[in-house]
């Protein structure tokens, strides 16, 4: 089977599918997104097309002209679209609900990550007038586990010495500030209602937005307890930030797939999280994790945390074997491998 695989995998996910598909026989090619803005990457992506793959795989939405999207949708090579969103996080076309429901229509098969997501796919469908089924064919297939694929040897007092905390100071960390939508300043609102003198927090990964990354620095200047580290990890820095953490907080405003949870879970760090998209299907209220819906809530749910670090790490560790029991590699490749038989099957 010859899988032409949208955008390249340079994300983790996309990273591990490939190399997973391969293992399994499966002659995986890539094309970059075909945005308009970068004409290079359309002359990829068509010549990709030209080789004559025998199914495509989609994930997230990968154009941003209308015209390039009814192009391809009127090829007849099968379709498979992994729905990580149900609209992009930086809006591509005025209307990019209406977009997603075209796509439902013109994929063979569309994979979700949680029974949720269809759910609130149809509310959001039906507030906006559109019909809430489509011709897809639906799979879920969940987020697939990190586990065990980044480094993970330092102790956490070089852990805790290299992001500069006390060895046995309490640690709340948030990951991945990327974009508004990830809840960083519902986060930072949360820290300062605790008014804690002895916790440490920390921020670390990139932030693309610049007036939120101002924020954060202006609060780092304001607390003399929060440790900001605003770029990209590479893979074996990861380990430090999560492991120097007692709980990390992703306190999403919205999301339709969190992707970010499940980096602090392969280090075994609990997570606290808003009930959104498949999050609730990861994260079960007291027993693999903490769900808050606010400021409120979130203080509560880091004070619980805080309060007994043995429970908290306990936590963590049935995250940990959670994902590593429903969605393992091998679970998510082969339920991947069932979707394309779906979408080839001219029945």
Same mark, same amino acid.
């Given at each position: 089977?010859?899988?032409?695989?949208? &955008?390249?995998?340079?994300?983790?996910?996309?990273?591990?599918?490939?190399?997973?598909?391969?293992?399994?026989?499966?002659?995986? /090619?890539?094309?970059?997104?075909?945005?308009?803005?970068?004409?290079?990457?359309?002359?990829?992506?068509?010549?990709?097309?030209?080789?004559? &793959?025998?199914? +495509?795989?989609?994930?997230?939405?990968?154009?941003?002209?209308?015209?390039?999207?009814?192009?391809?949708?009127?090829?007849?090579?099968?379709? #498979?679209?992994?729905?990580?969103?149900?609209?992009?996080?930086?809006?591509?076309?005025?209307?990019?609900?209406?977009? /997603?429901?075209?796509?439902?229509?013109?994929?063979?098969?569309?994979?979700?990550?949680?029974?949720?997501?269809?759910?609130?796919?149809?509310?959001?469908?039906? !507030?906006?007038?559109?019909?809430?089924?489509?011709?897809?064919?639906?799979?879920?297939?969940?987020?697939?586990? @990190?586990?065990?694929?980044?480094?993970?040897?330092?102790?956490?007092?070089?852990?805790?010495?290299?992001?500069?905390?006390?060895?046995?100071? &309490?640690?709340?960390?948030?990951?991945?500030?990327?974009?508004?939508?990830?809840?960083?300043?519902?986060?930072?609102?949360?820290?300062?209602?605790?008014?804690?003198?002895?916790? @440490?927090?920390?921020?670390?990964?990139?932030?693309?937005?610049?007036?939120?990354?101002?924020?954060?620095?202006? !609060?780092?200047?304001?607390?003399?307890?929060?440790?900001?580290?605003?770029?990209?990890?590479?893979?074996?820095?990861?380990?430090?930030?999560?492991?120097? +953490?007692?709980? #990390?907080?992703?306190?999403?405003?919205?999301?339709? /797939?969190?992707?970010?949870? @499940?980096? &602090?879970?392969? @280090?075994?760090?609990?997570?606290?999280?808003?009930?959104?998209?498949?999050?609730?299907?990861?994260?079960?209220?007291?027993? /693999?994790?903490?769900? !808050?819906?606010?400021?409120?809530?979130?203080?509560?749910?880091?004070?619980? !945390?805080?309060?007994?670090?043995?429970?908290?790490?306990?936590?963590?560790?049935?995250?940990?074997?959670?994902?590593?029991?429903?969605?393992?590699?091998?679970?998510?490749?082969?339920?991947?491998?069932?979707?394309?038989?779906?979408?080839?099957?001219?029945?």
């Amino acid at each position: 089977m010859r899988v032409l695989a949208v &955008p390249e995998g340079r994300h983790v996910y996309l990273r591990l599918l490939k190399q997973a598909l391969t293992r399994r026989g499966v002659q995986v /090619t890539e094309a970059p997104f075909p945005y308009v803005r970068w004409p290079g990457n359309i002359v990829r992506f068509i010549g990709r097309m030209i080789e004559g &793959p025998d199914l +495509c795989h989609l994930h997230w939405n990968i154009f941003d002209t209308a015209l390039g999207a009814r192009l391809f949708f009127a090829t007849r090579v099968p379709k #498979v679209w992994t729905v990580h969103n149900l609209v992009p996080h930086a809006p591509l076309f005025r209307e990019d609900i209406f977009t /997603t429901h075209w796509y439902l229509d013109r994929v063979d098969v569309a994979v979700w990550h949680s029974e949720r997501t269809i759910g609130e796919a149809r509310d959001l469908f039906a !507030a906006r007038g559109l019909p809430t089924t489509w011709k897809a064919n639906n799979r879920i297939i969940p987020h697939m586990s @990190f586990n065990g694929i980044w480094p993970d040897t330092v102790s956490l007092e070089e852990a805790r010495q290299r992001i500069g905390v006390p060895l046995g100071a &309490p640690v709340v960390g948030h990951f991945a500030p990327t974009l508004p939508y990830k809840g960083t300043r519902l986060f930072l609102e949360a820290i300062r209602r605790m008014a804690r003198k002895d916790v @440490f927090c920390c921020i670390f990964g990139a932030c693309h937005d610049p007036p939120l990354a101002r924020e954060i620095r202006d !609060a780092a200047a304001a607390n003399a307890n929060l440790r900001i580290h605003l770029v990209e990890l590479r893979d074996e820095e990861l380990q430090y930030w999560f492991k120097a +953490c007692n709980v #990390v907080v992703q306190p999403y405003k919205e999301v339709t /797939t969190s992707g970010s949870i @499940f980096f &602090p879970i392969a @280090f075994k760090t609990p997570v606290i999280a808003t009930p959104l998209g498949n999050i609730p299907e990861v994260i079960q209220h007291g027993v /693999t994790g903490w769900l !808050a819906n606010d400021a409120e809530s979130l203080v509560r749910c880091i004070k619980q !945390a805080l309060e007994d670090p043995t429970a908290a790490r306990e936590i963590g560790e049935r995250a940990h074997s959670f994902v590593n029991q429903t969605a393992n590699l091998d679970l998510v490749t082969s339920a991947y491998l069932q979707a394309y038989e779906a979408a080839l099957d001219p029945r």
